[in-house]
């Protein structure tokens, strides 16, 4: 049995678990209104499943969908940088694409998810995940990175289905504005899709609004499109 990484600090949020990677994963799960709706992955950013994450999940239920969050650290959620590094660190990106292809198949297998791919959603190291697992998984036809963290080489885009809208801060350091252009050019040579990379006036997790750096206006106008681009796409 493959193990997660050990909790350190404060649980997650989770009210689910299922079969992936060897393992029992645990998540968060929203259902909208309606009670069933084509099927989201929301993907953590490197601070774990908190309730920042947990949140947006329910925002995309509010919105119709059957929201999924799984927890990529197995309950941990850290509080400061160098944790929330150590955690990300211990997690190789292909145990983590490992993991999240079990939540679209237990996402999949659901009785109120009416598509028959998800869209991915993710922050942070969670956008590059969305990345990653697009990349490896054609069941997801809607990708959206918020300043997704690339860690070490592009993923091969070759078996790239989904679409994909990503979001970026002009201000952030950790993804410099230059480096979209190779990540457009790799994603459209390799895939023959071309991604919508949109650029904000803001600093790197503009979109959380638990953190200082949070931009109310870019990320509303974040929300304003993912939304619509989620439902034209996720079927």
């Known amino acids: 049995m493959s193990e997660l990484p050990k909790p350190?600090?404060?649980?997650?949020?989770?009210?689910?678990t299922?079969?992936?990677?060897?393992?029992t994963a645990h998540g968060y799960l929203a259902l909208p209104p309606s009670g069933s709706g084509p099927g989201v992955?929301?993907?953590?950013?490197?601070?774990g499943l908190t309730d920042h994450i947990a949140d947006?999940?329910?925002?995309?239920?509010?919105?119709?969908?059957?929201?999924?969050?799984?927890?990529l650290y197995g309950g941990n959620v850290a509080h400061e940088s160098a944790e929330a590094l150590r955690m990300?660190?211990?997690?190789?990106?292909?145990?983590?694409?490992?993991?999240?292809?079990?939540?679209?198949?237990?996402l999949l297998a659901l009785p109120e998810v009416t598509s028959e791919t998800v869209g991915s959603v993710g922050f942070c190291m969670g956008g590059g995940f969305v990345l990653?697992?697009?990349?490896?998984?054609p069941r997801v036809s809607a990708a959206v990175p918020f300043y997704g963290v690339i860690r070490g080489?592009?993923?091969d885009f070759s078996g790239l289905k989904a679409e994909v809208l990503g979001h970026y801060g002009e201000r952030d350091a950790s993804i410099p504005v230059e480096s979209l252009d190779p990540l457009r050019e790799a994603i459209e040579k390799q895939s023959g899709i071309t991604p919508d990379l949109r650029v904000y006036p803001a600093?790197?997790?503009?979109f959380n609004d638990s953190r200082p750096v949070h931009d109310a206006e870019s990320a509303a106008r974040a929300w304003a499109s993912t939304v619509p681009f989620l439902r034209e796409r996720v079927r």
């Open 56 to 71: 947006v999940t329910d925002r995309l239920a509010q919105e119709g969908f059957v929201a999924l969050a799984p927890d």
């Open 132 to 137: 990653y697992q697009a990349a490896a998984d």
């Open 8 to 16: 350190t600090g404060a649980p997650s949020r989770q009210n689910v």
């Open 88 to 106: 990300m660190q211990a997690l190789p990106v292909a145990k983590g694409v490992e993991l999240l292809s079990g939540a679209v198949d237990h």
């Open 18 to 23: 299922f079969p992936s990677a060897d393992t």
């Open 153 to 155: 080489e592009l993923p």
């Open 41 to 47: 992955i929301v993907i953590q950013e490197w601070w």
């Open 203 to 206: 600093d790197h997790a503009f």
